[in-house]
């Protein structure tokens, strides 16, 4: 296992286009995290899925996000009309779910430039 | 809500000295993990040390310790013997327990270390 893996690296978008990203996390992970992460901040939380299941949106998920586990493995995350406030690091991570006390394997984060 | 404090935005040291990154945070909830995670430039997060609030031992990880004062909310992480790949934005994060999923970051402390 290569640990949790996010595609693309990179995005450079025009402002009011869709973008949706791709993470693959730690295949025994069934719990699978998403963060955004502007300069100089640290990590603020999106959502989170065990399995399939969509357990927690946060406030700063506005309607314009949306994310999907379909079959409990990986999860794609898309924003729509996206505007220059999103611009962010878009970071994924994973746990496994009997290890209350472990922390998150994080992938190396998905760079969106809104222009 | 549990809110998390990094007062030291950068900090900087020469190599093989020792550094202590503060963090602070609030909760009133007696059952919690606490972690510290390293991010190097342009490169993915990774845990470096947690720590279980119902432990009164410090925990250790070779050059890493942290100072957990539970009555002062206050968990401090000490690097020994910096090395200069010890160069990074070092996150402090808090996670509750009983089955809570989402970890809360501090704002960050960019931990340069010099030769």
């Known amino acids: 296992d290569t640990g949790v893996s996010q595609n693309p690296r990179h995005k450079i978008t025009k402002r009011g286009q869709n973008v949706t990203f791709r993470c693959d996390p730690i295949s025994e992970h069934n719990r699978l995290y998403w963060y955004r992460q502007t300069l100089g901040q640290g990590p603020e939380f999106l959502t989170y899925f065990q399995n399939e299941a969509q357990l927690e949106k946060s406030r700063l998920l506005s309607d314009r996000f949306s994310a999907e586990r379909p079959k409990g493995s990986f999860s794609t995350l898309e924003i729509q009309r996206t505007e220059q406030g999103d611009s962010a690091m878009y970071l994924c991570a994973s746990s496994p779910g009997d290890r209350e006390a472990s922390g998150y394997t994080f992938g190396s984060g998905t760079r969106l430039t809104v222009v | 809500a549990q809110t998390v404090t990094q007062s030291q935005p950068e900090m900087s040291v020469q190599e093989a000295e020792t550094v202590t990154l503060s963090c602070t945070y609030d909760t009133s909830e007696s059952n919690y993990y606490l972690f510290w995670y390293k991010q190097p430039p342009s490169r993915q997060m990774i845990l470096v040390i947690r720590?279980?609030?119902?432990?009164?031992q410090n925990a250790t990880e070779n050059r890493f310790s942290v100072n957990f004062q539970k009555a002062a909310k206050s968990f401090s992480l000490k690097i020994s013997d910096s090395q200069l790949g010890d160069t990074a934005m070092y996150f402090c994060a808090f996670k509750l327990g009983q089955g809570a999923q989402k970890l809360v970051f501090g704002q960050g402390t960019r931990l340069t270390i010099n030769p």
């Open positions: 720590q279980e609030a119902y432990k009164q």
